[in-house]
């Protein structure tokens, strides 16, 4: 076949393909390997990603944070039944039960609010009292039960959680499994009814919290306020929630 | 059920069913201990491969692990086992049959091995590798021949091609061009040019097909494309007559996790036989392409057997290589390390399943590639997958998936890179698929010694493929 020059000569035409896409295209090569500054990018981002999941779920940073985003309520600490980070990652179902001998306080509230490790720690002390604070400011006229901090948490562990506290719904938020460019990226799960065997069509989620990059607080928290409204008009959360047509702003997933 | 005993260092163990023994006997990974079927010591492990050595192979046609009555996979497996096929191992236990495949193996009798296929069921195959080191999955896998075609060939001995995986988090067609054409200049996309859609629907399947198709138009590439969309969403744009070249379906090891997927035997025959109609292939008429992986049906939860038995991973897996051989396909991988550490933890456990994957696919006669990548909650590194894709290079793996820097912005994993894909090539003297290959020439993209050149910004052949970018 000929072989058209289309492109003048002089441009770089790698640049063409870098600007088309964010995938790691045109890195060039070292032999049939990667340049030295191309693999060490790459590492460097296995790296964050690595030591987001690994890193240790920190009360005191939390309670700091909290208390310097204007959060002035009780904090309460749970722990799965999964007593460490490997098992953690090998068992989901002990990360979605409460460990032996856990004791809540059983009360009544329209809300309680989940704070979990999840896959990324990271976000939940980079974006949790953040986002935390600018839902309450959202939440007049709720009554919202103390938040709870919990370590080696899945999305399902707010169902013993919000059961026991004796919540309407239970918001979940929780470190989402870092991607190489997003290690901090948090995620909300919504379920009304909590209760220990609810399944995943039962909640809704918004995802990737993480300004600047991501959703912001505030848009994050304007989403989920209505979206909270409208599971207690329906009494219920899930598919049936989405299909009522709540509207959701764009990229709010 | 038959009840299997082993005495080993004056301690008896017990094996209440063929289903538990398999579970018990497989090397330890996280998934069958979630599910809750592996062995509880090494000493028992052990005991269990004793007593799986000495079941005769015949068994596993007559006690089944998922039963006949409740699965359609079992019905298919064991309604279409060649009993000519199986006749030079009949008389063999598990163990032996271990030996005889290393024998041949060593002696390169690739007719006697690979005439075996349609003789062995999954059951079978996931015993005896059961019994393997590395290097015997290696050193029996590497001569298991399949040979595939369609516009080019898969499998051929010396080869190592690969899937281009352009993947983009929109499906955004500038950056999904950008992404085959630095695979393509990097020698990568002979296997087949395949792209995780974004979103599933019939007119995003649609207008992927299109632009790939007009990309292998264009260059003349010798090869195929695929939107790996759901099969009834591919059945939608084949009724809009959407250039078709590969059929796609994720695939498990039970009927129910097959349902879970949202398919049936049926379905798929229909999508492959329209496929087929269309008469697009060069040098071969396979028409279909699987995706497998273990743990796939216990996320599912679809992994119990007979007697509501969990059945480990590995043999699941196994049986999911018989749905994909029913559709004559022209690739076949499983994605080793996708799933999660709740499946496989870490570099040790994807590396053996990667390389039991592909012998027993191999075995049971499917073009066996692998997926060897990683997300970052699992244990594994770069420094894992490459040992996977070099001895994946030495047992003669028909493919693996390639994606720009390693990173599929899209999915959000880590598999290899075109660069990793030159590099297995080079270590172990492989070549791309002869079509391609020849095709790389003609765009003076290989070097005379055999490489792919590295390209300067103003060499022709670069600036012919960049013109697409623009």
């Known amino acids: 076949m000929s072989v058209p020059a289309d492109v003048p000569m002089g441009d770089d035409p790698w640049s063409v393909l870098r600007g088309a896409t964010r995938a790691r295209v045109a890195l060039g090569r070292a032999g049939d390997g990667l340049p030295t500054a191309r693999w060490l990018e790459f590492r460097a981002a296995h790296a964050a990603a690595r030591d987001a999941v690994h890193t240790a779920l920190d009360a005191g940073l939390l309670r700091r944070a909290m208390a310097g985003a204007g959060v002035d309520r009780e904090l309460l600490e749970v722990h799965s039944a999964a007593p460490d980070r490997a098992t953690y990652l090998q068992r989901p179902d002990l990360g979605r039960r409460l460990a032996d001998g856990t004791e809540l306080p059983a009360g009544e509230c329209d809300l309680a609010v989940v704070v979990g490790d999840g ?89 990737n919290v993480r300004p600047p990059h991501g959703l912001g607080y505030a848009q994050a928290a ?32 | 059920m038959t009840t299997r005993r082993t005495t080993l260092g004056g301690h008896t163990h017990e094996f209440g069913s063929l289903t538990e023994l398999m579970a018990r006997a497989t090397p330890h990974r996280s998934g069958d201990v979630l599910a809750g079927c592996a062995a509880s010591s090494e000493a028992e492990r052990v005991a269990a491969q004793l007593a799986l050595a000495e079941v005769p ?23 279409t086992h060649d009993a000519a096929a199986f006749a030079p191992v009949s008389g063999l236990t598990v163990g032996a049959f271990r030996e005889w495949l290393l024998d041949r193996a060593a002696a390169g009798d690739e007719v006697a091995i690979s005439g075996l296929a349609r003789g062995l069921t999954p059951e079978m195959v996931a015993a005896v590798s059961k019994l393997m080191r590395n290097a015997d999955l290696v050193a029996v896998a590497r001569r298991a021949r399949v040979v595939t075609g369609l516009r080019s060939t898969i499998g051929l001995p010396g080869r190592l091609a690969s899937r281009l995986q352009p993947n983009h988090p929109t499906d955004d067609a500038v950056g999904v061009t950008a992404s085959i054409l ?23 399947t649609i207008a992927l097909l299109q632009l790939v198709d007009e990309v292998i138009a264009r260059y003349e590439i010798p090869t195929q494309s695929c939107v790996l969309a759901h099969v009834t969403t591919t059945l939608r744009a084949l009724e809009q007559g959407a250039p078709v070249d590969l059929v796609f379906q994720s695939v498990a090891g039970t009927q129910g996790g097959n349902e879970g997927f949202g398919v049936t035997l049926d379905l798929l025959a229909e999508a492959v036989g329209a496929t087929r109609e269309l008469g697009r292939g060069v040098v071969g008429r396979n028409v279909s392409y699987f995706e497998t992986g273990q743990g796939s049906a216990l996320s599912a939860g679809a ?27 022209l690739l076949v991988n499983t994605v080793v390390g996708f799933i999660g550490p709740e499946y496989l933890y870490d570099g040790k456990q994807v590396v053996r399943a990667g390389l039991e994957d592909h012998l027993c696919g191999k075995l049971l006669g499917l073009p066996m590639g692998v997926d060897v990548c990683y997300t970052n909650h699992t244990d594994v590194d770069g ?88």
């Open chain 1, 119 to 207: 896959l990324s720690p990271r976000a939940v002390h980079d974006h949790a009292a953040g986002l935390v604070a600018a839902l309450l400011e959202r939440l007049a006229g709720w009554s919202v039960g103390p938040l709870v901090l919990a370590h080696q948490a899945r999305v399902a562990l707010g169902d013993p959680v919000g059961e026991a506290l004796g919540a309407r719904i239970v918001v979940v938020v929780i470190g989402e499994r870092p991607g190489l460019s997003s290690a901090d990226s948090l995620g909300i799960y919504l379920t009304h009814g909590p209760r220990t065997g609810r399944a995943d069509s039962e909640r809704n989620c918004i995802s």
């Open chain 2, 182 to 204: 630095d695979g393509l200049l990097h020698g990568s996309g002979d296997a087949v040019i395949g792209i995780n859609p974004a979103t599933d629907s019939p007119a995003q």
């Open chain 1, 222 to 253: 304007d989403t989920l306020a209505a979206l909270l409204t409208a599971s207690r008009e329906l009494g219920a959360s899930g598919v049936v929630l989405k299909d009522e047509g709540v509207a959701l702003p764009p990229g709010a997933g």
């Open chain 2, 57 to 79: 192979l015949a068994t596993f046609l007559e006690e089944q692990v998922v039963g006949y009555d409740e699965d359609d996979v079992t019905r298919l497996i064991l309604d």
């Open chain 2, 303 to 329: 992994h119990l057997g007979v007697g509501g038995l969990p059945v480990d991973q590995q043999t699941l897996e196994c049986r999911a290589y018989a749905v994909a051989r029913h559709f004559d396909p």
């Open chain 2, 383 to 470: 420094d894992d997958t490459d040992t996977l894709t070099l001895l994946l290079g030495a047992a003669g793996c028909s493919f693996v998936i390639a994606v720009p820097g390693s990173d599929d912005v899209m999915l959000h994993y880590q598999s290899l890179s075109f660069q990793d894909v030159l590099t297995a090539r080079q270590v172990l003297g492989l070549r791309p698929a002869p079509e391609f290959e020849a095709w790389l020439t003609r765009m003076d993209l290989l070097g005379d010694d055999g490489r792919v050149r590295e390209l300067t910004p103003d060499a022709p052949a670069a600036r012919a493929l960049l013109a697409a970018a623009r």
